[in-house]
C-alpha cells in the first residue's frame, strides 16, 4: 500500500501522453496534472520535505535542535547581521558524519564570541564585546592570536623562535613553525559576519533555522499518524466488512465510541497516560485518526466483496489474508488517498495545538507550535512576525495538503474520466 503512494507520487513527475485506452491510474495521474493549483501545492509539499530532510545541511545553525544560543543577539529583526569571533575549544570535538550532521546537526568546535569591532595589538586581537545595545559600550578583551587559530589545551605549547616565527608543539607530538603574519591570517580568518535573514528569537536563535527543523516535526507527525491510522483503520475495518455477523458488530459498536469522543480530548488523554515528548505525539495523534479511515474501508469493502472476483478467489481456496489484501484492497485505495491528505492536514493542526499548549514535543526540540507559544506576547509589540511567520508555515503546510486532497479526489472520481 504503501509503495503504491510513493509510486502515485513519483509518477506524477512523468511525461506520459493521455490516451484514452490507459489503466485508470493512468488516466488519473493525467488529470491530476492538469490540476495546476493542486500540482502546485504538491510541488510546495516536496520541496517542503526535501528541505525538512537535508535540515542542518543546509541551515546557519548547524548546531543540535538549532539551540545555539546568544542572549546579545535576542529578538533581532530580519537582516540582522552580526560579526563573531571564533575561538577553538581547547578539547577534542568528536564530528559527526554527513548523514548522522544532516540527521542530527553536530555540535561546534569554537566558542562564538560576539564582538562589535576589534583590531591587531602584536599578538593579541583586541576585541570590543557586542552588547546589543545602542552605543554598544561593551568590555574590551585581549586574546592571544595563537589562542583564536589554535585549539591550545594543556598540553600544547606555543614558543616564540624570534625573528617573528613561532614554533606550536601540539598535543599529538606535532610541529608547526609559523610566521607571525600565517598565523594572524589564520586569526582573522576566525572573525566572520554571521547572517541571520528572519533575525532571532527571544534567546538569540537564528529563526529561519527554527522554522526548517520545526517543519521536520509537523510532517513527522503527519507521515507517522498518517501510517499508523492507515494499518489500524484498513485491519479494523477490513475485518469487519469482509467476516460480518458478531465481528462486524463488535468493532463498529468500537469504532462509535471512540468516534463519540472529540479528537483533541482523546489525544491529550492519550498523551497524558503516554507522557509528554516526541514520539508520544506521534502516536497519541495516530490513534486518533484511524476511525474515519475503518468507516470508509468498510463501506468499500461491503461494496465488493460480492463481486465474481472474491467468489472466485474464495473457490479457488485462496486465504481470507489475501483476498483482502491483494484482491480487495486495491479496488478501494482512491479514497483511502484522498483520507490521508486530509488526516495529514489534521495531524499537523493537533501537533501545533498540543505544542501550544505544552503537552505536544518539548524544547528543545523546534516546533511550529512551540514558537508561537513563545512569541504570541511579541504580536502587540513590533516584533509580532515572531509568531505570525510560523502561523503561515502551519497555514501553508495544511492548505497545500487540502488542495493536493481536493485535486486527487477529482482525479480519482471515475465518473468524471472522459
Do not use: C
Not at 484514452?20 to 491510474?25: A, F, I, M, N
Not at 578539547?91 to 560576539?114: C, D, H, V, W
Not at 578583551?141 to 598540553?155: E, M, P, Q, R, T
Not at 499518524?225 to 477490513?238: F, M
Amino acid at each position: 500500500m504503501i509503495l503504491s503512494l510513493l509510486n502515485f507520487s513519483m509518477n506524477l513527475f512523468k511525461k506520459k501522453k493521455y490516451t484514452p485506452s490507459g489503466s485508470l491510474s493512468a488516466l488519473a495521474m493525467a488529470r491530476f496534472k492538469k490540476n495546476k493549483l493542486a500540482m502546485s501545492a504538491f510541488i510546495y509539499i516536496v520541496s517542503a520535505v526535501v528541505v525538512s530532510i537535508l535540515g542542518y545541511l543546509i541551515i546557519p545553525d548547524q548546531t543540535p535542535f538549532a539551540n545555539d544560543q546568544q542572549l546579545e543577539y535576542a529578538t533581532k529583526k530580519p537582516g540582522f547581521e552580526a560579526m563573531i569571533m571564533k575561538r577553538e575549544l581547547n578539547r577534542e570535538i568528536e564530528q559527526p558524519n554527513i548523514i548522522s550532521k544532516m540527521l542530527f546537526g553536530a555540535n561546534k568546535t569554537y566558542e562564538s564570541i560576539s564582538i562589535y569591532a576589534y583590531h591587531i595589538e602584536g599578538d593579541n586581537v583586541v576585541a570590543e564585546l557586542y552588547t546589543g545595545m545602542s552605543p554598544n559600550d561593551g568590555q574590551i578583551v585581549k586574546y592571544n592570536i595563537a589562542d583564536i587559530a589554535f585549539s591550545l589545551d594543556g598540553n600544547t605549547e606555543v614558543q616564540n623562535l624570534g625573528n617573528g616565527l613561532y614554533k606550536i608543539t601540539k598535543s599529538d607530538g606535532s610541529v608547526l613553525e609559523l610566521s607571525h603574519d600565517k598565523i594572524l591570517d589564520i586569526a582573522k580568518s576566525n572573525i566572520i559576519s554571521q547572517h541571520h535573514l528572519l533575525g532571532t528569537d527571544r534567546f538569540g536563535r537564528d529563526y529561519l533555522s527554527q522554522l526548517i527543523i520545526g517543519s521536520r516535526v509537523s510532517l513527522s507527525v503527519g507521515f507517522i499518524a498518517v501510517l499508523i491510522s492507515l494499518i489500524v483503520g484498513i485491519s479494523l475495518g477490513a475485518t469487519a466488512a469482509y467476516f460480518g455477523g458478531w465481528i462486524d458488530n463488535v468493532i463498529v459498536w468500537f469504532i462509535n465510541v471512540v468516534w463519540s469522543i472529540p479528537t483533541l480530548l482523546l489525544v491529550i488523554a492519550i498523551t497524558m497516560a503516554l507522557g509528554k515528548g516526541y514520539w508520544q505525539v506521534f502516536i497519541a495523534v495516530g490513534l486518533t485518526m484511524w476511525v474515519e479511515v475503518a468507516r470508509v474501508v468498510r463501506g468499500q469493502v461491503m461494496s465488493v466483496r460480492q463481486q465474481e472476483f472474491v467468489e472466485a478467489g474464495v473457490a479457488l481456496g485462496y486465504t481470507n489474508f489475501r483476498i483482502i489484501f491483494q484482491h480487495i484492497l486495491p479496488n478501494v485505495m482512491s479514497p483511502l488517498i484522498v483520507i490521508s491528505a486530509a488526516n495529514f492536514a489534521s495531524a499537523i493542526l493537533i501537533e501545533a495545538g498540543l505544542s501550544f499548549l505544552g503537552i505536544g514535543v518539548q524544547p528543545p526540540t523546534p516546533s511550529w507550535g512551540i514558537m508561537i507559544k513563545e512569541h504570541y506576547g511579541y504580536i502587540i509589540l513590533d516584533y509580532a512576525y515572531l509568531a505570525i511567520l510560523p502561523g503561515i508555515a502551519i497555514m501553508l503546510m495544511v492548505l497545500a495538503f487540502m488542495i493536493v486532497g481536493n485535486g486527487l479526489r477529482d482525479a480519482l472520481d471515475v465518473k468524471t474520466v472522459k
